[in-house]
């Protein structure tokens, strides 16, 4: 009994210290992670919106296949050509202002939607959907690179995960809300686009208020600042040129990941119309199916994270918890192939959703590459080039599938899910090719010999 009282007192105390440092240490960082989650929420809703209510615009306006796909066209040039100078301004005006500018910014073209009148729905839903594509290519460079402002290297997919799951969040909402306010005939359309200046306005005044870098906060404690820089490097505030960085493979081998993002606008802006198209799901009955697949995806994001957070935790290194997750979510995706002949509604929507799930997790390991490997400081400007590839395959992929659709009616789906399935397990090969080691880059972008 007294060695067993004695051998209690040793270990209360190490628990206890072990508690003190933890709570020492603090958690101010994850009141910007939140911040960054309400953001790309909003974001994720906002781009949301006409993709739910494609169905029933195209009865309201009379579009065309063709015509809905120079809408979404249209936002994605913009998008694309967004992220070739949205990433630099953020690395040069800071995350602070770059931030502000980029909510801001879509925030009034997203309100603008509502302005449009049936006369002029095609070329005015495409001059608002470019305005709303140029203010939304601001928020992933901001958001990944808050992210590496304010944690670890070993935390950061986790950090990421927790954010890139409020896409799905914005994604869920969107159905329900346009479920319940507009009409399957189309009333009361214009409603769901006032919604978003209301919250990014409050966003806005939280993030001012909020969000200063860790090295110069005054609610950071120094213990936590020490704990976010643990294990990177130290750097110098010259800048990185754009140019300088399109010539270095790693910049090209994350832009290779970005470019399955067509695979997750392909559910988020078409997903709508494949379940109008195959199973009759109007915008009444949208929400349930849209639900399933974006809580699926989720599990994605946050799992996706954990996994090679936790691996590079058990020793692994960063090279080979990130790849071998990134196979793991390769190897999910790819019955998502078998949805265009399965004749089960629920079943389809479970494939999608779990499509969806790997493809979250792929696209959290994917961001984080760039802060593996590049500085902090050229992080925002790398994610921009990258995704701006990813944009690029998608418009083709638009422009290839609304045509095929107006002349071959569904059949185009099944080619778009095939892609779907296969394009990930491809494309990680060539990642590895490019990139083989992930060895980190100085400010001078030469590699780091440890």
């Known amino acids: 009994m007294d060695y067993e009282a004695a051998e209690i007192k040793t270990k209360n105390p190490v628990k206890k210290g072990m508690n003190a440092i933890e709570q020492k240490v603090g958690t101010y960082r994850y009141?910007?992670?939140?911040?960054?989650?309400?953001?790309?929420?909003?974001?994720?809703f906002d781009r949301s919106i006409v993709g739910v209510m494609a169905p029933t615009l195209q009865k309201l306006f009379d579009w065309s296949n063709k015509d809905y796909a120079a809408i979404m066209v249209s936002f994605k040039i913009a998008y694309g050509i967004g992220l070739l100078f949205m990433g630099g301004i953020i690395d040069k005006l800071g995350t602070k202002v770059g931030y502000t500018i980029s909510i801001a910014v879509w925030s009034i073209f997203g309100?603008?939607?509502?302005?449009?009148?049936p006369a002029f729905s095609l070329i005015g839903f495409i001059v608002v959907r470019f305005g709303l594509g140029i203010g939304e290519s601001g928020n992933f460079p901001a958001a990944i690179k808050t992210v590496a402002e304010w944690f670890p290297k070993k935390d950061r997919a986790f950090a990421t995960g927790i954010f890139d799951a409020s896409t799905s969040v914005g994604a869920i909402l969107a159905p329900f809300l346009v479920g319940a306010i507009?009409?399957?005939?189309?009333?009361?359309?214009?409603?769901?686009?006032?919604?978003?200046?209301?919250?990014?306005?409050?966003?806005?005044?939280?993030?001012?208020?909020?969000?200063?870098k860790p090295?110069?906060?005054?609610?950071?404690?120094?213990?936590?600042?020490?704990?976010?820089?643990?294990?990177?490097?130290?750097?110098?505030?010259?800048?990185?040129?754009?140019?300088?960085?399109?010539?270095?493979?790693?910049?090209?081998?994350?832009?290779?990941?970005?470019?399955?993002?067509?695979?997750?606008?392909?559910?988020?802006?078409?997903?709508?119309?494949?379940?109008?198209?195959?199973?009759?799901?109007?915008?009444k009955n949208l929400g349930l199916p849209f639900m399933i697949i974006f809580i699926l995806a989720d599990v994605g994001s946050l799992y996706g994270g954990y996994?090679?957070?936790?691996?590079?935790?058990?020793?692994?290194?960063?090279?080979?918890?990130?790849?071998?997750?990134?196979?793991?979510?390769?190897?999910?995706?790819?019955?998502?192939?078998?949805?265009?002949?399965?004749?089960?509604?629920?079943?389809?929507?479970?494939?999608?959703?779990?499509?969806?799930?790997?493809?979250?997790?792929?696209?959290?390991?994917?961001?984080?590459?760039?802060?593996?490997?590049?500085?902090k400081k050229a992080v925002a400007s790398v994610i921009g080039i990258g995704k701006m590839i990813g944009v690029a395959v998608s418009v083709v992929a638009d422009v290839a599938l609304g045509a095929v659709l107006d002349t071959a009616n569904?059949?185009?789906?099944?080619?778009?899910?095939?892609?779907?399935?296969?394009?990930?397990?491809?494309?990680?090969?060539?990642?590895?090719?490019?990139?083989?080691?992930?060895?980190p880059l100085d400010d001078n972008l030469n590699h780091i010999n440890k």
């Open 111 to 117: 309100m603008l939607h509502a302005a449009i009148r």
């Open 31 to 44: 009141r910007i992670l939140a911040l960054v989650f309400m953001a790309t929420t909003i974001n994720y």
């Open 410 to 439: 569904n059949s185009g789906y099944f080619w778009a899910f095939m892609i779907a399935g296969f394009s990930y397990i491809l494309i990680l090969g060539f990642v590895h090719l490019l990139m083989p080691k992930m060895t």
């Open 307 to 375: 996994i090679s957070g936790a691996l590079i935790k058990r020793g692994w290194s960063i090279n080979k918890a990130r790849k071998i997750t990134m196979l793991i979510c390769a190897i999910i995706i790819l019955p998502v192939t078998l949805v265009p002949v399965i004749a089960s509604k629920w079943l389809a929507v479970f494939l999608i959703g779990l499509g969806a799930a790997g493809h979250q997790a792929w696209s959290i390991n994917g961001y984080t590459l760039v802060p593996d490997v590049f500085p």
């Open 182 to 212: 507009v009409s399957v005939d189309g009333d009361n359309w214009q409603i769901p686009f006032l919604f978003t200046g209301v919250l990014s306005s409050i966003w806005v005044f939280l993030w001012l208020r909020t969000y200063k």
């Open 215 to 283: 090295e110069v906060h005054p609610k950071l404690s120094k213990e936590e600042l020490a704990y976010i820089n643990s294990d990177s490097e130290e750097e110098t505030t010259e800048k990185i040129s754009w140019f300088k960085l399109l010539f270095k493979k790693e910049t090209w081998a994350f832009s290779l990941t970005t470019i399955t993002d067509g695979v997750w606008w392909f559910y988020v802006f078409w997903g709508a119309k494949f379940l109008a198209d195959h199973f009759g799901v109007d915008i």
